[in-house]
């Protein structure tokens, strides 16, 4: 969840049940569809038991995801809600925890890139 290069590895796990629409809005200048995600962390975890503890001890059990996408199915605008539990006893004070709140915004869908290899010395 907080890897951006993994950003989507949740939408996977997604089935109908899991989205609902928010409605219509601009991120922009791009009309777009809001819909709300509850990602299921059994899913995400993909049956891996130790995970799954792990990460409803440290997110609890509900991650809300809000998505934007375009009338090409592009993702224009990513929201993730969560709190944050630290799960290291904290001297018998209870965990401590923080909200996060994730917005990533996509353009330039197809922009044609240059990209060059750094030289071999540089790696």
Known sequence: MSDPANSFAYTKSLSEKDVRKVGEETV????????????????LAEGDSAQERELRAQL????????????????????????????????????????????????????DVEVAAPPATAT
Do not use: C, N
């Open 28 to 43: 922009h200048g791009v009309s777009t569809t809001h819909y709300r995600v509850d990602v299921d962390l059994s899913k």
């Open 60 to 111: 609890g059990d509900d991650v809300p995801v809000d998505l934007w996408i375009d009338e090409d199915g592009l993702t224009r605008r990513q929201q993730i809600r969560m709190t944050v539990k630290d799960t290291a006893q904290t001297g018998g004070t209870g965990a401590r925890q923080a909200q996060a709140k994730v917005v990533m915004d996509f353009s330039g869908f197809g922009t």
